[in-house]
């Protein structure tokens, strides 16, 4: 059974949904009027659906105009890079040209000189020119095959004794040509400038024997004096044996000038200092039954001088060859210490004569002539010659001449020339 309280209880509880839902409506209806009165009507959605029309025609075509601008960009990128590509594969083929070119133009000038080389003629191949020359040291050495003349080594004479006439014939010592050479260096200026030193050494010897002809002919000793050893001048002796050395050292420094006349011609116009060391001793023994004699004749010489030199280079036409000549003077101031000293062997009388450190002028005359070739490899330039040259040294040597055949020790000093000439093989390397 239900009670009355209990009926009260669901009479209240009924009343309390109610009451929770009236501000429900409330709420929604003032929202409503708020967005009734907020809502764009059908004209003002109508002019907002044309403005966003207008809007997306006018996007799309500033989209399009932007991916025709785009696509334009690319292809002038594609060409910009293709005509890049050109112009670097252009620039590649114009430094090939231009190293083509320089080769061609270096080629041509080279042929150019030639050619005026091979014509010679033209304003210039009759004028005197400073010939312009790579700067740059150059070093040369010279093989010499040399001798010198015999005519002042006679030792011993040989008198025929016919009844007719005195006939004396000499007996020399026959020397050889003997290898020496020479080395210098220098530096070349652009101006056609040179500046030198060169060294030469020969070193010479030779032998001799002869023994007394049979018959009525007489070997005497022309080396002998009168009186004073064992053996006399006029002695006839058994046999005599000699020998002969000469030491040749010499320096020359100083400056050169190179010339050229037209185009074929070459001057070398050379000015400098001599200085020489020249020695020579002749050693003869004669023997005459028991009596043996020696005689050493010596000569030591130095001085110093001026030195002048022209070489001249006659180009051949259409090759590298040419022809050369040489012509050089010097005046050498300088001492030479003499001696004839004869003894008799063992050791009993001596005979001397000497001159310590006698003073002379000695002119000195120079020439050559040859063939030259001129080439060029890797750069560097060289010249190679084949020719003959002498030298004659005036009065250089002494040498005693005694007068007469009597007791007196009467004897003249003559000076003879040192003559050298021989063949001369140069090659000067210039880099």
């Not at 209806?29 to 059908?42: G, Q």
């Not at 050369?324 to 000293?341: A, K, P, R, V, W």
Request: charged share 25%.
């Amino acid at each position: 059974m239900i009670s009355h309280k209990s009926i009260n209880n669901i009479s209240i509880n009924k009343e309390r949904p109610l009451m929770k839902i009236i501000p429900v409506f409330f709420f929604f209806f003032v929202c409503s009027a708020v967005y009734a009165e907020n809502t764009p009507s059908n004209e003002e959605l109508y002019q907002m659906i044309l403005e966003l029309k207008k809007d997306q025609g006018r996007l799309k075509h500033e989209a399009e105009q932007a991916r025709a601008e785009a696509e334009n960009a690319k292809q002038e990128l594609e060409v910009t890079r293709k005509v890049l590509d050109a112009t670097q594969e252009k620039l590649k083929e114009t430094e090939v040209q231009v190293l083509q070119t320089q080769e061609i133009v270096a080629k041509t000038q080279e042929g150019l000189a030639e050619t005026k080389a091979e014509m010679g003629t033209g304003p210039s191949s009759s004028v005197v020119r400073i010939k312009e020359m790579d700067r740059g040291p150059y070093a040369k050495a010279e093989l010499l095959v040399k001798r010198q003349e015999n005519d002042r080594l006679t030792y011993a004479l040989i008198d025929a004794n016919t009844p007719d006439d005195e006939v004396l014939t000499a007996v020399n010592i026959e020397t050889d040509y003997e290898p020496g050479f020479l080395i210098g260096a220098g530096y070349l200026f652009n101006s056609g400038t040179e500046a030198f030193i060169n060294f030469s050494y020969l070193n010479t010897s030779a032998g001799d024997a002869v023994t007394d002809p049979p018959g009525a002919a007489d070997l005497n000793c022309h080396l002998c004096q009168p009186s004073e050893i064992d053996i006399d001048r006029d002695d006839d002796i058994d046999s005599a044996t000699a020998e002969y050395d000469l030491a040749y050292h010499v320096f020359d420094a100083g400056f050169a000038q190179n010339l050229g006349i037209g185009d074929q011609i070459d001057l070398r116009l050379g000015g400098g200092i001599r200085v020489a060391f020249i020695d020579d001793e002749l050693n003869a023994l004669f023997v005459n039954g028991g009596d043996t004699v020696r005689v050493i004749r010596e000569n030591d010489f130095w001085g110093i001088g001026p030195r002048a030199t022209l070489d001249v280079n006659w180009n051949i036409p259409n090759t590298r060859f040419a022809i050369f000549g040489m012509l050089g003077g010097s005046l050498i101031y300088g001492e030479n210490d003499f001696l004839h000293d004869a003894r008799d062997v063992p050791l009993d009388d001596i005979s001397r004569i000497s001159s310590d450190a006698e003073s002379r002028i000695i002119p000195v005359f120079e020439g050559g002539l040859g063939v030259n070739y001129a080439g060029n490899a890797q750069g560097v330039k060289y010249d190679l010659s084949l020719g003959y040259e002498f030298e004659s040294w005036v009065d250089l040597l002494s040498s005693a001449s005694f007068d007469d055949d009597t007791d007196d020790n009467l004897f003249t000093r003559e000076d003879m020339n040192l003559d050298l000439h021989g063949v001369i093989l140069r090659g000067e390397v210039i880099w």
